[in-house]
């Protein structure tokens, strides 16, 4: 006698089903897995639309500014920054445009010179995307 004239029919269905939708439901979450949203580095022509001739410097105290710390965390997870710098370390400067529509916030990364800027609509609250910026020749001071 095979193990298979001992299980009754209706339990090897139920056991096939069972493996068919756990398969199903492991496919679907590795897929989901996979296709989640990185975060959004702007191309060189949105970025400048975002400047001002002459950006102003805001302190990092500012209540104004924007809460970026869960999209820091999306860049850490996608390795755009270093998790080597600690927090208090990370925000190097602020800057508002003229009209204060948008903001950039500078992050500090591993590089001298070089910064993750977050460009940040203040008039949606919601980060537009981000820039490696490799000097601070972008902002001009009023």
């Known amino acids: 006698m095979t193990i298979f004239t001992k299980i009754h029919p209706v339990h090897l269905t139920f056991f096939i089903i069972f493996a068919i939708t756990a398969s199903l439901c492991a496919l679907i979450?590795?897929?989901?897995?996979?296709?989640?949203?990185?975060?959004?580095?702007?191309?060189?022509?949105?970025?400048?639309?975002?400047l001002s001739p002459v950006m102003k410097e805001i302190t990092t105290t500012d209540d104004a500014i924007f809460n970026f710390w869960p999209y820091v965390s999306e860049l850490k997870s996608a390795k755009i920054l270093s998790n080597k710098i600690k927090e208090n370390e990370l925000v190097y400067k602020v800057y508002r445009y003229a009209n204060e529509q948008f903001e950039h916030i500078l992050l500090a990364t591993e590089n001298e010179n070089s910064y993750v800027s977050l460009i940040v609509n203040r008039n949606k609250k919601k980060i537009i995307g981000y820039a490696v910026v490799d000097s601070q020749g972008h902002y001009s001071l009023t």
């Open 29 to 50: 979450i590795i897929l989901k897995m996979s296709r989640k949203k990185r975060p959004k580095q702007l191309e060189k022509e949105k970025f400048d639309a975002t």
